[in-house]
């Protein structure tokens, strides 16, 4: 059996806003390509740090959360960018009433809960940032707070994961091999045309027919990636124009809104896109 008792962690403490760790409460849709289950429950077994690579909105978020769940552990999100610092990972001291208390950021709350902590987008942290998760990512599995001195040590079930777009990265912006070296990867593309309509129906409502059509829609436009395209359109797109079109807007509005609109602002590329929603929808 994959899941875990909840009851190692008190549910005040994962529910609180300010320890940013949440349970997955219900089963997230995921609908398997390989044997990523599998293997992700394994490395989990082990404490194996995972990078999940692949393209933008292919479905990386949607699968740790359905690990989460599976694995019944509380997940803590950290959406990486240029400003995070080590202490927005590993906490701060912060003024409140007439005294300075420690607060954990939300790596030290997922190492002391035995949490999943799922970096999203790990590249776009800076890389003096980045070091910081690496004794978590080995067999010490400890993190060093240097601001009060002391070393968490992780509880039992703590995995760290990272997501990682190569395609969209370059030269400039990439991961070290120090740290690129210590993650099992698991490999993440867009689902066979099938399965994504299936997904697409699934989240959406829409009729198969109309999932379908995005999905071929969706792979005519990933080709225009040699035409300056700077990113194919994911699943994430796809669904969210089919939400639009189960709700009564026509599919040209819904495409144009949440589909060619969050891609490009070329109008070359744009009217090739809007050509091609006009002959497939």
């Known amino acids: 059996m994959l899941k875990q008792s909840r009851q190692t962690v008190s549910p005040d403490l994962v529910h609180s806003a300010e320890h940013g760790a949440r349970w997955v409460a219900r089963e997230p849709y995921y609908l ?5 289950v599998e293997v992700f429950a394994k490395c989990h077994a082990r404490g194996l740090p995972v990078m999940l690579k692949g393209p933008t909105g292919c479905g ?27 202490s927005d990972l590993t906490g701060r001291f912060l003024i409140k009433g007439d005294e300075t208390v420690w607060v954990d950021g939300p790596l030290t709350t997922a190492a002391r809960l035995g949490a999943i902590c799922y970096l999203d987008e790990v590249v776009e942290a800076r890389q003096d940032t980045v070091v ?30 990272i997501s990682y777009n190569p395609g ?53 436009v990933r080709r225009l990636k040699d035409q300056g395209l700077a990113e194919g359109p994911g699943t994430r797109l796809l669904v969210s124009a089919a939400k639009l079109i189960a709700d009564g807007v026509s599919a040209q509005d819904a495409c144009q809104a949440a589909f060619v609109g969050p891609l490009t602002d070329d109008p070359d590329l744009v009217s090739a896109i809007a050509d091609l929603v006009a002959a497939l929808l």
Do not use: N
Not at 60 to 86: N, Q, Y
Not at 134 to 149: A, F, M, V, Y
């Open 32 to 36: 398997a390509s390989g044997d990523e």
């Open 60 to 86: 990386k978020t949607r699968f740790i959360e359905h690990m989460a769940w599976k694995l019944g552990r509380p997940l803590v999100t950290i959406a990486c960018h240029d400003d995070l610092s080590a």
């Open 132 to 161: 910081v998760i690496h004794p978590l990512t080995d067999d010490r599995r400890l993190l060093p707070i240097e601001k009060t001195g002391d070393v968490v040590e992780a509880a039992p079930g703590f995995q760290l994961v």
């Open 168 to 220: 969209y990265q370059h030269a400039i912006k990439d991961l070290k091999p120090s740290t690129r070296q210590r993650f099992v990867t698991l490999e993440f593309d867009f689902p066979a045309a099938g399965a994504e309509a299936e997904i697409v129906a699934h989240e959406s409502g829409v009729k198969r027919g109309t999932a379908q059509a995005l999905v071929e829609l969706a792979h005519k």
